[in-house]
């Protein structure tokens, strides 16, 4: 009887678990559909600070305005694409070179660096937490084959340019112009541009109008990788037809 009963619990246990696993692929892949089209209305980078504030009971006031494609200087997502991404436009969401150099760097005795895509930093900021977990990399990987799937890569650029943290409370390219040129998302100039790619990685702890020695250094080395790049034309690789 008891080993009849567990074994009744554990099929149901079991069958919830592939019903739960096919809603949530099911609503990704909605999700990801829709904002191919539809401008997501924040991330969960962004409720996740909106959760931390009201724990910390520090109020917060997030800032960010979706501006399209057009409306954001093209220095900036060269400068984006510089800094973070060089092969995004060659890539299926997972840089395999930039992999294998992190595996063989840490081999050799150094530090595991990250070697995260756009596309994977895309899937990040929207649709899940931040911090590190075997769970929520393997996640990361499933929705960064689906954007790679369903967005062309202008797509993927253009929400992770309106998605990014800039500093406490900042979110996307706009936001960040504002507050730290006061100047619009479409006006940014090349230096600029260079210096909000700078602080991209470490943006709480960094700042973009008042860059210390390492983010300028970061800034000069990121407008000479735009120069190598070819310049704006570049984006002509990732524009859409």
């Known amino acids: 009887m008891l080993k009849r009963a567990l074994r009744r619990l554990v099929g149901r246990l079991w069958r919830w678990l592939w019903r739960g696993a096919l809603a949530f692929a099911l609503l990704s892949v909605v999700f990801v559909l829709l904002f191919r089209v539809v401008p997501p209305p924040g991330s969960m ?26 409306d954001m200087a093209s220095v900036a997502k060269l400068a984006v694409i510089a800094s973070e991404d060089q092969r995004f436009p060659d890539h299926y969401g997972f840089d395999l070179v930039e992999l294998k150099r992190a595996v063989e760097g840490w081999f050799a005795g150094g530090r595991l660096r990250g070697a995260s895509t756009l596309s994977q930093q895309t899937a990040k900021n929207v649709f899940l937490w931040s911090g590190r977990s075997w769970v929520r990399k393997g996640l990361e990987m499933w929705f960064t084959l689906l954007i790679e799937l369903a967005w062309d890569k202008q797509r993927i650029l253009e929400v992770y340019l309106n998605v990014a943290e800039w500093d406490k409370g900042i979110f996307g390219l706009e936001a960040a112009a504002q507050h730290y040129f006061g100047v619009s998302a479409s006006a940014l100039n090349e230096r600029q541009a260079s210096l909000l790619a700078a602080i991209l990685p470490n943006p709480l702890n960094r700042s973009a109008s008042v860059p210390s020695a390492q983010v300028e250094q970061r800034s000069q080395w990121i407008r000479q990788q735009m120069r190598n790049l070819g310049g704006v034309h ?3 690789r990732i524009a859409k037809p």
């Open 45 to 70: 980078v962004m409720v996740e600070r909106k959760v931390q504030s009201w724990i910390a009971s520090e109020p917060i006031r997030l800032q960010r305005e979706w501006r399209a494609w057009d």
């Open 234 to 236: 570049y984006l002509e």
